[in-house]
């Protein structure tokens, strides 16, 4: 039988990019099939991303990549009813994390690949999938095409693997994603930018905010989990701007956008890889969302990079699949995986994003109120926890999770 490429990736975001560029640099002949007019058309991030990664991928990308800002100031924000905790951190001239807008980010990453002599179909659509003699063939608005490796970069909804009926829809494993951009004045010097994480703004969901600095907008949006929604006070549709108006954010909305994010812990991430089939990033279900970080983007970078490499390795060894699995053991991704998985438990647990801040907030505020009542902080904290129903050792092992 032959063959349209070596390798056929299904997805232009930041997956299926680093995917061909890496598997390009190996020599291999790609093909790459994005629906969107251009890459990035129809990608949504809130927008920051960690560079460790990329400056892999694209060593100089801190002097040419269209970044916003460094993000140098991280806040974070508890509302509980009427009172709201905060506090910040901030690193003058860190470079660790940038907030970007995909439609820019991608699109520029999709040109180094062209350069670097990626094939990239725009405007094609795979519509399904089968398996044919030593390979699959991918059915597309364009025609077939048949390859005997491919990469599912195509996202939380990872088609490749649906249309083979080795996945299904799973809402319960995704969260909703919504995000606006907002435009307005910010008065930050250029090489600053802030990430706020914010909790306890909307009511019933059960999930966090965030506002990310851009150079003259704010992303603004949050990530809630689907089984939440229909105890919401605000119905999914409006969920962006209820939290936008809590938060007093003005200013003309340039973009409005919603999209699942995959949720699904390392203990419980589908099937990764299977004869002739890879995936990567969200496809793959590599997302941590632990209470401090969101991150996709450079485990999807650095996904994609591992099965550029492994595609070479697979094609030299008889197609084994498998050794991109034994190649992601080896790096960080499934590692940074699993150390979030307690984090990732706990927050899934009902009383923990709606009763820790609220206690918090409580104690906190009992300290800063003098009357002729006064306990000490410790009794304070354990009367506050037992309004709540949550035992001073059920707080502790909570703790322990929560640093682990
Ligand atoms: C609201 C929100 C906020 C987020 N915030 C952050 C953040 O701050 N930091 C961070 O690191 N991560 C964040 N993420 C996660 C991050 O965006 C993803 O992890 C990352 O985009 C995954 O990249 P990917 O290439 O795997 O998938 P995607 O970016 O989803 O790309 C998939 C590509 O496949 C294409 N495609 C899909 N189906 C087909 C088809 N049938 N045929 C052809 N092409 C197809 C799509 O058009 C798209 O270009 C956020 C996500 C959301 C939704």
Same mark, same amino acid.
């Given at each position: !039988? ?12 930041? +997956? ?15 093909i ?11 990608? /949504? @991030?809130?927008?920051? !991303?960690y560079?460790h990664?990329?400056l ?26 009427n ?8 690193e ?7 907030? =970007? ?15 670097? #002599?990626?094939?990239?179909?725009? @405007? ?5 999938a ?22 599912? %970069? ?9 249309? $083979?009926?080795?996945?299904?829809? +799973?809402?319960?494993?995704?969260? $909703? ?7 307005t ?9 802030? =990430? ?5 703004? *909307? ?7 965030? =506002? ?11 990530? &809630?989990?689907?089984?939440? $929604? ?5 119905? %999914? ?13 003005? #200013?003309?909305?340039l ?15 589908? @099937? ?5 089939l890879?995936? &990567? #990033? ?19 970078i ?5 099965a ?5 390795? *697979? ?12 190649? /992601?053991?080896?790096?960080? *991704? ?12 706990? !927050? ?10 609220e206690?918090l907030?409580? &104690? ?5 109120? &003098? ?6 902080? *410790?009794?304070?904290?354990? /009367? ?17 999770? !929560?640093?682990?």
């Amino acid at each position: !039988m032959s063959f349209d490429a070596d390798v056929i990736i299904v997805g232009g975001g930041l +997956s299926g990019l680093s995917a061909g560029i890496t598997a390009v640099r190996e020599g291999l002949n790609v093909i790459l099939l994005e629906r969107g007019e251009y890459s990035g058309a129809k990608n /949504l @991030s809130g927008g920051r !991303m960690y560079v460790h990664s990329l400056l892999k991928l694209i060593p100089d990308a801190l002097d040419k990549a269209p970044f916003e800002r460094p993000i140098t100031k991280e806040t974070f924000e508890f509302f509980c009813e009427n009172k709201k905790l905060s506090f910040s951190l901030e690193e003058k001239d860190k470079k660790n994390s940038f907030s =970007v807008l995909r439609s820019k980010f991608d699109r520029w990453l999709a040109g180094e690949a062209e350069n670097l #002599g990626l094939l990239i179909s725009y @405007s094609t659509l795979v519509t399904d999938a089968h398996r044919e003699g030593n390979g699959i063939t991918l059915e597309t608005n364009r025609g077939a095409l048949k390859a005997p490796l491919v990469i599912d %970069a195509s996202g939380v909804t990872s088609v490749v693997f649906r249309y $083979l009926g080795l996945r299904n829809f +799973s809402p319960s494993k995704w969260m $909703l994603g919504v995000k606006e951009i907002v435009k307005t004045d910010i008065k930050m010097n250029d090489n600053e930018g802030e =990430v706020r994480t914010i909790v306890g703004t *909307i009511k019933g969901v059960k999930g966090g905010g965030f =506002v990310y600095t851009n150079k003259d907008s704010l992303s603004v949006g949050m990530a &809630v989990t689907f089984d939440s $929604l229909p105890k919401s006070e605000y119905p %999914a549709k409006d969920l962006v701007e209820g939290f936008r108006e809590k938060l007093g954010i003005d #200013g003309e909305i340039l973009e409005y956008s919603a999209h699942a994010i995959p949720y699904y812990g390392y203990k419980n991430l589908p @099937s990764i890889y299977t004869d002739n089939l890879i995936a &990567v #990033g969200d496809s793959a279900g590599f997302l941590i969302n632990d209470g401090f970080t969101i991150r996709g983007m450079d485990l999807a970078i650095a996904s994609g990079m591992i099965a550029g490499l492994s595609a070479k390795k *697979i094609k030299d060894n008889g197609y084994k699949t498998e050794i991109y699995y034994d190649m /992601l053991k080896e790096s960080f *991704i499934l590692k940074h995986l699993e150390l979030a998985y307690n984090r990732f438990e706990l !927050m899934n647990k009902a009383y923990t994003l709606n009763s820790y801040p609220e206690i918090l907030c409580n &104690v906190l505020s009992d300290m800063f109120t &003098v009357s002729e009542n006064r306990n000490t902080l *410790i009794d304070d904290a354990i /009367l506050r926890l037992k309004e709540k129903g949550i035992s001073l050792t059920q707080a502790i092992n909570d703790m322990w999770r !929560m640093l682990k």
